[in-house]
């Protein structure tokens, strides 16, 4: 049973523009989120998180937005770049320390 | 300083055979993390070392599946009677426990396993 849920498979978007990309989680009880942004034949690298009390952290050109109710997260990525054209997955950690990924989202920014 | 790593990179492998996949995780991570990518698929948890509390194994698939431990260092999975359903690539991630950064997880490059 997938407990994170990144429904979008992939997102082509114009450099400069903004870059969406959504999470869904079923388990009200995670205390963190987190984006991972992953190339090819690499591991994935940590990009940004957010705790479960709060609805917004931003770093640079990264926001992560958290909407409880509805038990969803998105990262927006403003503005969008050429190099940052990877793999993001957005993840879950339990109390007991356990992580749970999406399936990831493939983002092309397109020159 | 020096990251996660991991070994071999890559691993073919003939069915039924076993293996043994090594993690080397960041010195001073008490936490690691073993997770396993299937082609298109995300990252699913695998087991969970906490410092010398027993490992959370409740990700492992089957009892073909095992992973030890040495202290906060290094790491092996092993993999016993290898099926094709077992090909994808191994990830290991390491973490400090406690502190801001705590839920920060750093992973190696993996291990693509390929069982033929």
């Known amino acids: 049973d997938q407990q994170v849920k990144q429904n979008s498979p992939s997102l082509s978007v114009q450099e400069g523009r903004i870059s969406i990309l959504n999470c869904d989680y079923t388990n009200s009880m995670f205390d963190y989120f987190l984006w991972y942004k992953k190339y090819p034949a690499e591991g994935p690298t940590f990009l940004i998180s957010i705790s479960s009390i709060k609805d917004k952290n931003e770093d640079g050109r990264f926001t992560v937005f958290l909407n409880k109710s509805a038990k969803h997260l998105s990262l927006h990525i403003v503005p969008s770049q050429p190099g940052d054209s990877a793999v993001y997955f957005c993840?879950?950690?339990?109390?007991?320390?356990?992580?749970?990924f999406g399936t990831g989202t493939s983002l092309t920014v397109i020159p | 300083g020096a990251g996660v790593s991991q070994s071999p990179s890559n691993k073919v492998t003939e069915k039924g055979k076993d293996v043994e996949l090594r993690c080397d995780p960041i010195s001073g991570h008490t936490a690691l993390y073993w997770y396993r990518q299937r082609l298109g698929q995300g990252l699913e948890f695998l087991i969970y070392?906490?410092?010398?509390?027993?490992?959370?194994k409740s990700g492992l698939p089957s009892d073909r599946f095992s992973a030890e431990r040495t202290g906060e260092s290094v790491s092996t999975l092993t993999i016993q009677r290898t099926q094709q359903e077992d090909s994808a690539v191994y990830l290991c991630?390491?973490?400090?426990?406690?502190?801001?950064?705590?839920?920060?997880?750093?992973f190696g490059p993996g291990t693509r396993l390929t069982v033929t």
């Open positions: 991630a390491s973490s400090l426990v406690g502190g801001r950064k705590h839920y920060e997880q750093y």
């Open positions: 993840a879950a950690r339990n109390t007991g320390n356990q992580f749970y």
């Open positions: 070392f906490q410092g010398n509390s027993a490992p959370d």
